[in-house]
């Protein structure tokens, strides 16, 4: 059914059909915001917790705690600033490639920290260190095609090396030895499924953004 005309007004003239409104553009995220900001204190406090990590020879229960206090804090920034960004629409660019950045620095500063004192096997920090620089490299592969946001998968492995990382920063005794082992020996697994994954995510984003070049 078609829709009925315009009633003329008086002296046989037509209303002319209201305008659209304009809808207002959206307002840009400014770089510099809140989110961000906690993202770039995660990597300061990352020299500090080296400092205090290696202080006293890496053995004195004080500076241990320090270090795990500052460790501590520096990965709950990472639950805030992403949590942050969502809530108040603060999400940017800078802030998807600089949030993950700034956990490897962190988690790589602590894994390679305990394997100098020799308390973390070289080849669990290698592993995770081919990873996650393999998938900072991999972010610059295809970054000119999209920016892959971090996973549930990615998430969870974050999570798993993080608690796996204050269990063995502690001055726990040798019989809780167990359970930092264990929780290691899941980071890893996590490590390897979501590098997998994350591989197979910028292949295809790189193939999609090559094939709309080629047909543009």
């Given at each position: 059914m078609s829709a009925a005309p315009s009633e003329p007004a008086e002296g046989g003239t037509e209303v002319p059909p209201p305008r659209p409104v304009a809808q207002p553009e959206p307002t840009p995220v400014p770089t510099l915001n809140v989110a961000n900001l906690l993202t770039l204190s995660r990597l300061v406090l990352v020299p500090l917790f080296i400092a205090a990590l290696f202080a006293g020879d890496g053995t004195e229960t004080f500076w241990r705690a320090t270090a795990t206090a500052l460790f501590a804090v520096a990965s709950f920034t990472d639950q805030v600033d992403g949590w942050v960004a969502r809530k108040y629409g603060l999400i940017t660019d800078f802030g998807k490639i600089a949030d993950p950045i700034a956990d490897k620095a962190l988690i790589g500063a602590a894994l390679v920290g305990l394997s100098v004192l020799g308390e973390l096997a070289w080849w669990v920090t290698i592993v995770i260190?081919?990873?996650?620089?393999?998938?900072?490299?991999?972010?610059?592969?295809?970054?000119?095609?999209?920016?892959?946001?971090?996973?549930?998968?990615?998430?969870?492995?974050?999570?798993?090396?993080?608690?796996?990382?204050?269990?063995?920063?502690?001055?726990?005794?040798?019989?809780?030895?167990?359970?930092g082992w264990a929780l290691m020996g899941l980071a890893l697994v996590l490590t390897v499924v979501t590098g997998v994954d994350y591989l197979v995510r910028a292949l295809k984003l790189r193939a999609l953004g090559d094939r709309a070049g080629t047909t543009s």
């Open positions: 260190a081919v990873r996650e620089i393999g998938v900072t490299l991999l972010r610059f592969w295809v970054i000119r095609h999209g920016v892959i946001p971090a996973s549930r998968g990615g998430k969870a492995k974050t999570m798993a090396q993080i608690a796996a990382i204050t269990v063995y920063l502690l001055p726990l005794p040798a019989s809780a030895n167990f359970v």
